[in-house]
């Protein structure tokens, strides 16, 4: 058990819909990551947040956003789904500013867009 | 930009063989190097790392050496074991931003 929490575990609906997936982080972890896990394109850097502010961009598209609240967990919101969009979503958290950069995953939200 | 690129898999061996997987990197400065490994069904986890050139990361059987010189970071293991089988990726820090992660290499292990 990694201290990651993703929900919902499984997500399936229909093109055009919006969807949120949450996460919630390690005790004590700052920062967190969101993954895109797809067959055909890996595992590609969506965004990091710390502290509740942006880190960093990846190849997010503007269909999708994200925020960190004061809590620290982290929502990811995909709106006018598309059937591309189908993929496994991980979210990773990290000690930021010291540590070793070891990311620590959850187990991931897999959305299915039919 | 940072990239990483290993060895396409899928690669099956048997029981007890050696296991190589390639992995080379581009990067600015001085990254930090990473296998993480992913069981079926489940997150990544941090199999093994190395901080600075010339370290060794090690960890279950498992090994890898920060090679500056060849931008190489493989991984190795002398006996693989069915429990063995996964998804290896490699990766690199450059900065405190995002972990670039590699396409990843399915392995199989045999009975």
């Known amino acids: 058990d990694s201290g990651v929490t993703q929900t919902p575990k499984h997500l399936i609906t229909a093109t055009g819909q919006r969807v949120t997936l949450r996460c919630s982080p390690r005790?004590?972890?700052?920062?967190v990551y969101w993954y895109q896990q797809s067959l055909d394109q890996g595992l590609q850097f969506l965004i990091h947040?710390?502290?509740?502010?942006?880190?960093a961009k990846g190849n997010i598209l503007e269909r999708f956003s994200a925020q960190q609240f004061p809590d620290l967990h982290s929502e990811l919101n995909l709106s006018s789904l598309e059937l591309g969009d189908s993929a496994l979503y991980f979210c990773?958290?990290?000690?930021f500013g010291r540590g070793t950069g070891e990311l620590f995953f959850g187990e991931g939200s897999r959305l299915t867009v039919l | 930009g940072d990239s990483v690129t290993q060895m396409e898999g899928p690669v099956t061996l048997s029981e007890e063989a050696f296991l190589t997987i390639n992995c080379t990197y581009t990067?600015?400065?001085?990254?930090?190097l990473f296998w993480y490994v992913q069981y079926p069904g489940e997150g990544l986890q941090l199999l093994l790392k190395?901080?600075?050139?010339?370290d060794k990361g090690s960890n279950k059987g498992f090994e890898a050496t920060y090679r500056k010189e060849t931008t190489s970071f493989h991984l190795e293991k002398g006996s693989v074991q069915v429990s063995d089988s996964a998804v290896y990726f490699c990766?690199?820090?450059?900065?405190?931003?995002?972990?670039?992660f590699g396409p990843g290499t399915s392995l199989s292990v045999i009975p």
């Open positions: 990773a958290s990290s000690v």
């Open positions: 005790s004590g972890d700052l920062s």
């Open positions: 947040y710390y502290n509740g502010e942006e880190r």
């Open positions: 990067a600015t400065g001085y990254p930090s």
């Open positions: 190395a901080t600075k050139a010339d």
């Open positions: 990766a690199l820090w450059a900065s405190y931003d995002k972990v670039i």
